[in-house]
């Protein structure tokens, strides 16, 4: 199906041609029926695809990792982002919001959230043998040390007999989601409880030093600021927010000799409060988590979208990641549930 002028998408992606609108509700309800592996991978051969890349081609694609737990998938990612698309640097992006002028159309940003060592040993020398600069987002206070993240030690010590008063029983996903929901200082003393009560301590999980972040820095990986501790903002009081996000820039200031210009919000969600202490500290890009496409020059520079990617996704997936269209379904699917 070609591309028409006539057939627009909102930043919602909702598709406006009749023929593309019913193609895409066909997309969304075939998509529940097929096996769970091929799920996304074959949304690649829609119709609607062709429109979406085309459309994607004039939007901003800022996709949103964690670690490289498989190489050679993520090797063909990159490989494939290169034939299809224009990887930038968190800096091209700076100075488009800087000089008010759009990326280069098929812009791609490469960004890694909590930044495990896989970032230094696996993904830096990808990206460095094919030229292809990122942006990794890291929580300040596991900088230097051999401490899980909270959410993987959290899970762990339920497993070994961990209980807290706050917390209800059953599988470990059930007491993550309530943590997450709860404001900090509670999520933090249940964690607490969590390590006196389990029978087991947690594996130690190495994580960057100092010295990787200066050498992820100087090979054209920048490093941003993803608070101190992880903490979920929303459940914040105001003197968290301020203390989580200054003294992660401290921090980041002082290993790196450089302030911090990019923030990535913990679980993606905005922050009013967040937002006004990155501009006190000059801050001039902030991501969220929304697995959407934002626009070449972002209308909203403290709020850029992102599309979440994994290192095992395969490259028909891929495809469909970039150009939108699973996002688009995924939402769709959501709304008629």
């Known amino acids: 199906m070609p591309y028409s002028e006539s057939t627009t998408f909102s930043d919602s992606t909702t598709v406006s041609a009749p023929s593309s609108a019913t193609a895409l509700r066909e997309a969304v309800h075939a998509r529940g029926k097929a096996p769970l592996r091929d799920r996304g991978s074959w949304l690649r051969l829609t119709p609607v695809q062709p429109l979406f890349r085309a459309r ?11 670690g490289v737990t498989d190489p050679r998938s993520f090797g063909a990612q990159l490989d494939r982002m290169r034939r299809l698309a224009n990887p930038v640097s968190l800096s091209d992006v700076e100075r488009a919001v800087t000089e008010g002028r759009p990326l280069p159309p098929r812009s791609v940003l490469i960004t890694f959230d909590d930044a495990d060592r896989t970032v230094y040993t696996h993904a830096l020398p990808m990206l460095a043998a094919r030229g292809i600069p ?13 401490r899980a993240f909270w959410w993987h030690e959290a899970a762990y ?11 209800p029983g059953g599988p470990p996903g059930r007491l993550l ?12 003393r249940c964690l607490q409880e969590l390590r006196v009560s389990a029978d087991r301590r947690p594996p130690r999980q190495e994580q960057l030093r100092p010295e990787d972040l200066r050498a992820l820095r100087d090979a054209d990986v920048a490093i941003g600021n993803h608070t101190l501790g992880h903490p979920s903002l929303a459940r ?9 996000i200054t003294g992660a820039h401290l921090a980041l200031s002082q290993w790196l000799g450089e302030a911090p210009t990019a923030f990535a919000y913990p679980d993606g969600g ?8 990155l501009r006190r500290l000059g801050y001039r890009l902030g991501f969220l988590s929304d697995h959407r496409l934002g626009p070449r020059l972002p209308a909203h520079p403290l709020r850029i979208s992102r599309l979440q990617v994994d290192s095992t996704t395969g490259t028909r997936r891929f495809d469909t990641i970039l150009s939108g269209l699973e996002p688009a379904v995924q939402r769709l699917r959501g709304a008629a549930v």
């Open 270 to 277: 905005y922050d009013p409060r967040a937002d006004a202490v």
């Open 134 to 146: 990122a942006a990794a987002f890291v929580i300040a206070e596991l900088i230097g040390t051999d």
């Open 236 to 244: 914040c009081d105001d003197s968290t927010v301020h203390t989580e």
């Open 177 to 188: 989601a309530r943590l997450r929901e709860l404001p900090d200082p509670d999520r933090r």
């Open 56 to 66: 994607a081609a004039q939007r901003l694609a800022v996709l949103a990792y964690h």
């Open 157 to 167: 010590l339920a497993r070994h007999g961990g209980r807290a008063r706050l917390l």
